[in-house]
């Protein structure tokens, strides 16, 4: 957690941006239940909520008064029962003093003050609610049906919000860079350890068992497999055999929880194979060349497209595609290799405030998002300004019912030799993905580098 100062500076910023009487309400996550009331999911605090009020406790929310500029802290002190179950707490007069907010009240007067702000039509404020009791909740204050609640969030509380989380200040990239450096260790023993005959699920165990004693936990599902080129795969049942490749994706979110989301392959074989080799270098091609370009100023969507371009040159080099690369990008043939973005905000979420609306984090009224397959998939287009954090992870994949399916239909049939493609059909994918802060001129590494080259990345299997 921050500074108490760190809080309320945030929370200043928000209330700036408004100019109505109204209330800004901003709700912590509660416990989720995984098959009876006490057994629960592991608890993730809501990240806005995180963001302005740090705390990581249950069964809170704030409000900003807009009218005087005033924030109050709702919640409830434990009752002894609690206590007995739970052991002691910090108090809400100390939560209070520890977030730097005005006053503090119990959860009930707070749904109380939401119930009469309702009933006396002042502007309400409050954030997409993407868990269903949450939207109960609120259509019950609100007075409402839960479509309309689903519906009735705001706008301008989403981009404010988005306005503020999208700028890493010094004190939360260390913190970035900590969540980086945590999820090095786990890349570093995954690379170390696995081995022919093994269960994709003991890599997945190491990897997480990593994070956890970091102090935090996965800020994600981890995608660990030997089918790298199903893309969020969650699976993990596979035995892992020679000859293939490993793909891991996992990132720990730090103690504060920010994310760290990292992407390397490496071959279970110890060393590459040739035709390995060759896919890999193009993917780290795209990654480096892509990452040196990255500063204010610079569209992502032309960093999205130069990764294209230059994965496209490659597989041409290779024969797998033909034709003129920029004709063929155009018109989106290499996303029969490359169907995803190449990369997106990264904070609190390892997709930064997606549930503020994918396209107002990376979109703005200069960039429209495009419908095309893997272009719409891209969730950072906009220009880049110093302190966004975002990922870059590049890949290429072999997805045989896709290349069956568009080999059928005669799809880009002038830019795919499809004839060419049956020694690849069992070849899985490779991505690799960094985390980078866009500085004043350029862009940095968060956390320190992870092996990528092939001979570094040998090197470490060996
Ligand atoms: N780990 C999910 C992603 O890279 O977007
Ligand atoms: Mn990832
Ligand atoms: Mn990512």
Not at 68 to 82: A, E, I, M, Q, R
Not at 87 to 96: A, F, H, I, L, T
Request: aromatic share 8%; glycine share 8%.
């Amino acid at each position: 957690m921050f500074a108490s100062s760190t809080y309320h500076h945030r929370r200043q910023a928000l209330a700036q941006q408004f100019s109505d009487h109204g209330l800004l309400v901003l709700f912590g996550n509660e416990e989720s239940p995984m098959n009876y009331t006490d057994n629960t999911y592991p608890f993730r605090q809501d990240s806005n909520f995180l963001y302005f009020a740090g705390l990581e406790d249950t069964g809170h929310f704030l409000i900003i008064d807009l009218a005087n500029g005033k924030t109050t802290l709702y919640g409830d002190d434990l009752s002894l029962d609690h206590i007995v179950w739970m052991g002691n707490q910090p108090s809400m007069e100390e939560k209070q003093a520890r977030i730097g907010v005005e006053l503090h009240a119990t959860y009930e007067q707070g749904l109380e003050t939401i119930r009469k702000a309702a009933k006396a039509k002042q502007t309400i404020h409050y954030l997409p609610p993407y868990r269903e009791e949450r939207v109960s909740l609120l259509a019950e204050c609100l007075g409402q049906t839960a479509a309309a609640t689903r519906q009735g969030f705001s706008e301008q509380l989403c981009r404010a919000v988005i306005q503020l989380r999208s700028y890493k200040t010094n004190e939360e990239a260390a913190e970035m860079d900590k969540a980086v450096n945590i999820t090095r260790a786990m890349h570093l023993a995954a690379m170390r350890s696995v081995a022919a005959g093994q269960r994709e699920s003991t890599v997945a165990g190491i990897v997480e068992g990593i994070a956890i004693g970091g102090g935090g936990r996965l800020a994600y599902p981890c995608i660990g497999t030997i089918n790298g080129h199903i893309l969020h795969n969650h699976h993990h049942s596979n035995v892992i055999q020679d000859g293939q490749l490993y793909l891991l994706d996992a990132g720990a979110s730090s103690i504060s929880q920010y994310a760290g989301d990292i992407t390397r392959t490496f071959p279970v074989s110890k060393t590459f194979t040739d035709q390995q080799k060759d896919i890999y270098a193009i993917v780290l091609k795209a990654l480096v060349d892509c990452s040196a370009a990255l500063r204010p100023g610079y569209a992502y969507l032309d960093a999205h497209l130069q990764a294209a371009r230059i994965i496209t040159q490659g597989l041409k080099d290779l024969g797998l595609m033909k034709g003129d690369v920029d004709a063929a990008v155009a018109e989106g043939a290499h996303a029969l290799f490359f169907p995803h973005g190449l990369g997106h905000m990264i904070g609190l979420d390892v997709h930064d405030m997606e549930d503020l609306n994918e396209n107002w984090v990376g979109y703005d009224e200069h960039t429209q998002r495009s419908t095309q397959f893997g272009l719409k998939s891209l969730r950072l287009a906009k220009q880049l300004e110093a302190g966004f954090a975002l990922t870059v992870e590049p890949g290429i994949y072999f997805i045989p019912t896709l290349i069956e399916r568009w080999q059928a239909e005669g799809k880009f049939k002038d830019f795919v030799n499809y004839d060419a493609l049956a020694p690849f059909l069992n070849f899985g994918g490779i991505r690799i993905e960094d985390n980078l802060l866009i500085t004043e001129n350029g862009a940095r590494l968060i956390g320190d580098a992870i092996p990528k080259g092939i001979a570094e990345v040998e090197a470490v299997r060996l």
